[in-house]
């Protein structure tokens, strides 16, 4: 698959999603400035993560004007996947691609530490390759990741079963001491309707090879490259 | 006229410094160059006390590839044509006063020094130091500084995967922060700070300047201010911009990796600003250089060339482009969004020439300007170590034995020994995705891209037994950095150190800088490992107390195989266990300046040793044990002794352990389980089998060693007469999160 890896200002997953996808997983992948306007050449869009803009405003919030964003909300439009990682989720958020917002921590501090994950939610090629009640292990590095929607928002998202990975212990329990962030219901991965949409507070392409701590994360791509290859059978 | 005490006092020159000044320059300067020379000729740009001692460093060595002091750090070759640049330095006193903005411009100012060199920064440590958390302002800079660092750096997306966080009374109130940085470039890519070659064109890029900071290299960090002057000197500390920083990192890594036939040098603006990074840059090229200072884009108008030339606003760099690649340097850093402006031209002649609208308003000689008055002083032993020294520690009752698991349990919750976790969690460990040994265990280790290697990197600095003795303290320091180093499957190759102290204008305090500086050149020569770059911080003191002699060692250890590395946890059951450099038992006297004596006698006295040979032997047995595949985990003894480090090793692997059945620690308890002797490490082996081998490699590197126990399954914890499981270790160990 061709993936096309976007660089804000401030990004700095950039590289990493790029090693992953073309060093590890063998995928074609390029890195694109945020001026870049066109995707036409490409399979999957990445927002990775970093501090877009610095930050300084609400996380996603400048980034989300960028001239990319317009070509990259078609691109979702259309039915195409997208993922949005840790600022990449935030910028999903920002531009309406997916509810609610990512708050700052309950901790009130920035948090970088490995997590579990249960897979949780309906069907999206981004996780097809990753059955419901798995736990998946994979970083999280965020100031920002405390996931915050309305009532009636959750409550869609849970019936609509678009709450694809939740926090929760090694065992697959998903308990309060499991949330890092505060995030409500443990939420740490959502998808959009159509499902070809998913934001996600943990990293995935910090878990690709075992001498950085396990391959976890690659469980995400593969599903996705995998889905993407029995489309074309 | 002759200049008033009052203006030599803002730029902190003596009145014989001065005289000294108008000799050289065979005339009075006028205001702008009163302060350049000032800032110039501070301890802090110009090492004017330290740099007699400095020179006594081992600086040269095979894979070095710098001259000690002659560019912003230290590079090493790595092999595979492939360099390691690293550097560490302090943000002490604007930390004291402002600690989010001092510690995050501390690490936006170390970094600046790396890329400059034209390499990519793949780590950061920190090496943490504060006075007591009984002391409410102790809570308020703690919080403050590890904010700061994880605020600045997290933003640059560089891991932070080592450092260090000691709790002592002579910090209160001026507190330690050092920040260390590794790049990496490749060997032919490495850039000068250097102007060169008449014609070429200076350009300012980044931010642009503002009033901040002026006089932080000759006021906050030359001298000792008293509190009461805190809230005045405030608006000497910087404002961080991170996102700048990241734009301006990835911009200059770009030109110097892709374009370096575009430039002659770079440099980062640092201490004292424009005028440092200027008249360094014209030194080191032997060079003069004009300057328009109308063209440096301002903050704030109404700006005087003063101002202009010592402002310390942050995320500045100096570019020295080739005449006819102006444009595309202008145009590359336009490509990230950055200002870039053309702000002087290299001429030849022996000044840095300023104008304003075409008038010149300050005329510095580079050379007399780099030149700063030597002080060697007379150092003079403090009559208080003398003392501390004779202190018999077998005086002391022992520890019962009924007493020995609470005893583990209360010196695993003492802040310097607790786990650190509530720090570095706050701090991105894993971005650029090549972090191999996370914060945590002996040393972090981090692999290089497009090579088989692994870097190991740590800080080390045991203030306390360089209190007691000076000279052991230092070469404590470097042995214990290399003993971490080596617990990860390391070599040991080069070291970057940052010498934290007090006045040196006290004869007291001067003797302890000295002897730490002989005590880290004795233990640099013998583990083979020069000192590449490193910083000074002096007038360290807060009411007339200085903090502890603080000879802080950064290291880096190459792992020519990443996939060899070692962690430091009992990863699996049934693991033997062996301590490597000493049996168990070990006499009173090894309780000197540990936090055993503080913490249950309220005592810091005795006399440290070091023995560098045998040390420099147990670590070639761990590293050929390692070699031979026989180590599943190594560990050192440091600060808690025995008892500790075993608790360490269980908790971070996740496995319990039994002491052998005959576990002796000979006539006193205390220092068997708590004592600090130097050169011991605990491993575990992957198989029975391989003690026979470890024996045998034992003798032949002539270290001494103790069969300890084995790893179990279960959450059991059992030395000697300590009783206690993983649960309640990890409650006492955690005890700083709850703070």
Redesign the interface.
Known sequence: MRFAIVRFPGTWSDRDCYRVLHDVLGQEASILWHRETDLSGYDAVVLPGGFSYGDYLRCGAIARFSPVMDSVVSFAEAGKPVIGICNGFQVLCESHLLPGALILNDSLQFRCEWTHLRRDGGDTPWASAIPAGDVIRIPISHGDGNYFAEPGTLDELERDSRVIFRYCDEHGDVTAEANPNGSQRNIAGIINRRGNVLGMMPHPERAGEDIVGGTDGNRIWTSLIEAGLAAVR | MPVSQEALDAVALSRAEYEQLVERLKREPNEVELGMFGSLWSEHCGYKNSKPLLRLFPSGGDRVLTQAGAENAGAIDVGGGRCVVMKVESHNHPSAIEPYQGAATGVGGIVRDIFAMGAYPIALLDSLRFGTLDEPQTRYLYDGVV?GI??YG????IPNVGGEVFFAAPYNGNPLVNAMCVGVADIDKLVSARASGEGSVLLLVGSDTGRDGIHGASGLASRTDPESRFAEMRPAVQVG????E??LMEACYELASRHSDWIVGIQDLGAAGLTSSIVECCARGRTGAVIDIERVPRRETGMTPYEVMLSESQERMLIIAKPEHVDQVTALFHG??LHCEAIGTVVGGPDVIIREHGEEVARVPWETATEPPEYRRAGERPAEITELNRFDIGSLPDLAPGDASAALLRMLARPNIASKRGV?????????????I?PGGDAGVV?IDETDLAVALTTDCNARLAYLDPYAGGAIAVAEAARNIVCTGANPVAVTDCMNFGSPEKPDVYYTMEQAVRGISEACMEFGTPVVSGNVSLYNERSGRPVYPTPVIGMLGVLDD??KHLGAGFTAAGSPVWLLGADVAQPAPTLAGSEYLEAEHETVAGLPVVDLLAEHRLQQLVLAANDEGLLRSAHDCSEGGLAVAVAESSMLGAHGFESTADFDPGERLDSALFGEAQGRIVVSLRRDSDADRLRELAREYEVPLAHLGQTVEAETFRLGPIESTLPELTYAYEALMRL
Do not use: H, I
């Open positions: 904010g994880g605020g997290n933003c640059l997306g911009n991170p996102f700048m990241k734009l990230w969004e570095y969690r706050r701090y991105d460990q894993q971005v650029l995705g090549n972090t191999v996370q692999r990443a996939s």
